[in-house]
């Protein structure tokens, strides 16, 4: 059966306490007796002591011999003046252990006499006898005179105010001692509490994120360990949130991918078809008509070699988009800002097809460590799109010039803007920001090539809108920079 840390803690003390209690009650009786036994022996000893003088002195003035007849003789006088001396109730026995005289008689009779026979083996003995409120010590030693046994004196001594004080003590040490553990108890338990019910939440808490409930916040407003633990424990359920939060993300992106992908793939075999299938209607009629009807055979031809133009350019283009890097093409001293003059000068022919103008501002010796074909390209790429999507008759403004050691190329061109998200995903090979925008027998492959172009040249590129106008902004190193490899 699970058994909580509180119950554990709460058993744990209390079985500590009582053991406790316990021991000290009984080590401190025991020390109050031993104390008492001391106290007793040391009475009992000066009791002998002046009891052993008073003997001597009596028969050095009495001029008694040293027998056994002369102590018969003086017991009475003895228990008399013992009594007296002493406080004490005296009898005195023979050395045999027959009683000679008594100060009271009943004081000895019925009563344990242990003590006495060890007196007549020739020992000193006492015990004490124990009777409710009342402790009485029984003590007898042989008397010796003159290295010679004469008698016994025994002595009933009252202990009582002794031991019922000692008693006292005790009964006060144990209300003491049992007051304070029953504090000591308490405060354990409050303590334990303390500690435990935070535990239980936080196990509560746990339980609950198992389930998959991560709205759980613990507030514990305390500055110890337990309290930097609910931080802890906060600051993991908003780290397990974000994890989810941008796996979610990474899941809806994947998805999105995937339907993009989709999407190109349709595209693409639609493109790839609409051309084969015209190339392949128009030469089955040309071989059955042959030369016979020379109009329609000039004009099949001509379509058939515009439909592979088409599809030539569009596999060339699928061919970028699936090449990864141009490692094996070699990097030379190259002028890109004359490479960009060139473009510039032979597109706006084309510009001004569709009614529009390039105006370029570039600067002398913009020279780079790069590939001239791809740059061409890169610029023909950029240029063509700036074209293809500017607004009518306008003008797109072309800036190449060095900043410190990188060249920054700018291509803008007024046009309707897209959504801003949009921006960042126009780069992607599978990715058409509007189907109605792309040109005919366009698969809006150009940007991933520049972009896969700007990357192996290990430059940057980003593209934005701003005051009406779509901005692409890119930066190459300089000559003298890192070499591409």
């Given at each position: 059966m699970f058994r909580t840390i509180k119950a554990k803690f709460i058993i744990g003390f209390f079985v500590i306490f009582v053991l406790s209690?316990?021991?000290?009650?009984?080590?401190?009786?025991?020390?109050?007796?031993?104390?008492?036994?001391?106290?007793?022996?040391?009475?009992?000893?000066?009791?002998?002591?002046?009891?052993?003088?008073?003997?001597?002195?009596?028969?050095?003035?009495?001029?008694y011999k040293s027998n056994e007849l002369y102590f018969s003789d003086m017991a009475t006088d003895m228990v008399n003046d013992l009594t007296h001396s002493t406080g004490s109730n005296v009898s005195v026995y023979s050395v045999d252990g027959?009683?000679?005289?008594?100060?009271?008689?009943?004081?000895?009779?019925?009563?344990?006499?242990?003590?006495?026979k060890e007196a007549i083996s020739g020992n000193t003995a006492y015990h004490i006898i124990y009777d409710r409120s009342k402790a009485e010590a029984l003590f007898s030693y042989p008397v010796v005179i003159d290295g010679t046994k004469v008698g016994i004196l025994r002595f009933s001594k009252d202990f009582s105010l002794l031991y019922k004080q000692s008693g006292?003590?005790?009964?006060?040490?144990?209300?003491?001692?049992?007051?304070?553990?029953?504090?000591?108890?308490?405060?354990?338990?409050?303590?334990?509490?303390?500690?435990?019910i935070p535990l239980t939440k936080l196990t509560e808490a746990s339980s609950d994120i198992k389930k998959g409930n991560l709205d759980v916040d613990i507030n514990f407003h305390r500055k110890d360990e337990i309290g930097q633990l609910a931080v802890n424990f906060n600051e993991m359920i908003s780290r397990i949130k974000d994890q989810i939060s941008t796996i979610e993300k990474d899941r809806d992106q994947l998805k999105e991918l995937n339907e993009q992908e989709k999407r190109f793939y349709d595209n693409i075999t639609h493109e790839l078809k609409t051309p084969l299938t015209s190339i392949?209607?128009?030469?089955?009629?040309?071989?059955?008509?042959?030369?016979?009807?020379?109009?329609?055979?000039?004009?099949?031809?001509?379509?058939?070699?515009?439909?592979?133009?088409?599809?030539?350019?569009?596999?060339?283009?699928?061919?970028?988009?699936?090449?990864?890097?141009?490692?094996?093409?070699?990097?030379?001293?190259?002028?890109?800002?004359?490479?960009l003059k060139d473009v510039c000068e032979s597109m706006s022919f084309r510009a001004e097809r569709y009614k529009k103008r390039i105006q370029a501002e570039i600067e002398e010796n913009l020279y780079v460590y790069g590939q001239a074909d791809r740059l061409r390209q890169l610029f023909i790429n950029l240029l063509d799109n700036a074209i293809k999507y500017s607004s009518a008759n306008s003008e797109i403004m072309v800036e190449a010039k060095a900043v410190e050691e990188k060249i920054h190329l700018i291509f803008k061109n007024p046009s309707p803007p897209f959504e801003d998200v949009q921006y960042s995903k126009l780069f992607q090979p599978h990715y058409s920001a509007s189907n109605q925008t792309t040109e005919k027998g366009s698969m809006g492959l150009g940007l991933s090539i520049v972009k896969a172009i700007?990357?192996?040249?290990?430059?940057?590129?980003?593209?934005?809108?701003?005051?009406?106008?779509?901005?692409?902004?890119?930066?190459?190193?300089?000559?003298?920079e890192e070499e591409p490899s």
């Open positions: 209690f316990l021991v000290l009650n009984q080590t401190v009786k025991e020390t109050i007796w031993s104390n008492n036994q001391k106290v007793v022996t040391s009475d009992l000893v000066d009791l002998k002591k002046n009891s052993i003088v008073y003997v001597r002195q009596a028969f050095l003035i009495n001029h027959e009683l000679l005289a008594s100060s009271d008689e009943a004081a000895f009779l019925k009563k344990s006499d242990e003590d006495l006292e003590i005790v009964d006060f040490i144990f209300y003491i001692a049992l007051a304070i553990f029953a504090v000591a108890y308490l405060f354990s338990y409050i303590l334990s509490r303390n500690i435990t392949l209607g128009y030469a089955e009629m040309i071989k059955e008509k042959g030369e016979s009807d020379q109009k329609f055979f000039n004009k099949g031809m001509n379509h058939i070699i515009e439909e592979s133009r088409r599809l030539h350019n569009l596999v060339l283009k699928l061919l970028e988009i699936s090449r990864s890097s141009s490692i094996n093409q070699k990097f030379d001293r190259v002028d890109a800002g004359g490479i700007v990357e192996e040249h290990k430059g940057a590129i980003k593209m934005f809108y701003e005051e009406n106008q779509t901005i692409v902004a890119m930066e190459i190193n300089r000559l003298g």
